[in-house]
């Protein structure tokens, strides 16, 4: 588990939870869309959506697919329950991820481009080799620990 708080675009995080949730059977018109999100209620894994405006579109398995505007932020807690992760708007599609991530998530993070790769293997090798000689400090990291990535700014032409 590493603690996160670091700023990521809204569309990173929907990336995000597309791949750990979803990924196999969104259909493509969703996947395309920016304001449809997944969200999830249950005992195991659960997200939750806080918009302006809200409506639900279609429900596949045990996903509830959501056309969103304005986010304002979302929580997401994974089936194991190792990962909890809070996004909180900043400023438009800008916000704050903070939370807790297994190394699973912390992939499905990279595959969003929400962290490098690079990120990754660093915080896989700070934490395999706790105990032993820390490893040097992630670009923006924070004197508490809490790593810090910096935000990818590949968004789409608009």
């Known amino acids: 588990m590493v603690e996160l708080d670091l700023t990521c675009n809204l569309e990173g995080f929907r990336r995000f939870l597309i791949s750990s949730t979803c990924r196999s ?7 395309r869309d920016p304001e449809v999100f997944p ?4 005992d195991t894994g659960s997200i939750y959506v806080e918009a302006v405006d809200k409506v639900d579109l279609k429900k596949i398995r045990d996903i509830t697919f959501i056309n969103a505007k304005d986010v304002l932020g979302i929580i ?9 992760l809070k996004w909180r708007q900043l400023r438009g599609r800008i916000g704050r991820l903070s939370g807790d991530a297994s190394n699973n998530s ?5 595959m969003a481009r929400i962290i490098s790769p690079e990120d990754v293997v660093a915080i896989m090798a700070e934490q395999a080799g706790e105990g032993e000689e820390p490893a040097p400090p992630l670009e923006g990291q924070e004197a508490e620990g809490v790593e810090q990535a910096q935000p990818q700014t590949d968004t789409p032409n608009e």
Do not use: D, Q, R, V
């Open 106 to 110: 912390l992939e499905n993070l990279s």
């Open 39 to 42: 969200e999830k209620a249950g």
């Open 25 to 31: 059977f969104i259909p493509e018109s969703y996947l």
């Open 76 to 84: 997401y807690t994974s089936k194991s329950g190792n990962t909890k």
